[in-house]
């Protein structure tokens, strides 16, 4: 470790002899007492993300997969099932390593009460997301141990996991104040990235008429990832105020090439699944659309556009939505979706 380089401290999970105020809250560096006190707030828009949160609360039993079996058995062609397969790996290994990156990893430096209490919220949405992947696989798969183990024998896949597993692991082996920074930044591209380009895969399926519980299911879990997502662009926009000095040119250029490696990395992954045999996903529209993707996120954290990229397939906006008087697709009408419109104007 350089000299420069500050180790985090876990924070105390209590001290009565903090006389911290609430003006005083930091994200991480902070000496909190324990108590939430919920009354007096310094970071009003982790607050307000929070009951977000709450009021998106659903289940994966709300969701219903019977037709979806049949569509996996008669309706899709090999390589669409081998792709669903895949995608359906991808993401269960990205939500459990979520699950335990942001109880084991982030929550514990964190040192402001309302923001701890909207991680904790995220642990448990991702724990949620690996029992509805479940829910899909029993009700798709004649061999569920397959899927589940698919990391052990695709090698494309377990080199993706352990790609974005590393940055993880290296907080954890060396909690340092830049390495919690870019472990930040890693979760941004893990939530606004290789998430979106994921639920893509299920979006095109269903625009056939293929697999549409499937879609249905991913639709509720992006809705909780676009909340996770605010959170980590809110925490790293944030911290640039509260700690401008960690935000030097050299960490902005390893993030940007963070940003690169995870556009290259996906966009393969996406040539990977669909083996252009999946309507609508050509090679140059995945790219595009992850490239895309990549210029939105850095976008929203002051960090300059690398690829000026537009939406190839807008359409996925609208599969996706939960606001008010959209499309529903799977009824083709309109339909107010009174639980689940989200709103992010005031944050």
Known sequence: MAAHEVRLKHKKIYDPHSNE????????GGKPTAIFDLNRVKYQWAYKLWKTMLANTWFPEEVNMVPDKRDYERGLTEQEKIGYDRALAQLIFMDSLQTNNLNDNINPYITSPELNLVFIRQAFEEALHSQSYAVMVESISANTDEIYDMWRSDMQLRNKNDYIANIYIGLAENPTERNFIKALFANQILEGIYFYSGFCFFYTLA???????????????QRDEITHLYLFQHTINTLRKERADLFTKSLEEEVIEMFKGAVDVESAWGDYITQGQILGLTSGIIRQYIEYLADERLSKVGLPRIYNATHPIKWVDSFSSFNEQKTNFFEAKVTNYTKGSINFDDF
């Open 21 to 28: 105020s609430v003006n005083d809250r930091r994200i991480f």
């Open 207 to 221: 625009r056939t008429g293929k697999m549409l519980g499937s879609a249905q299911m991913i639709r509720f879990i």
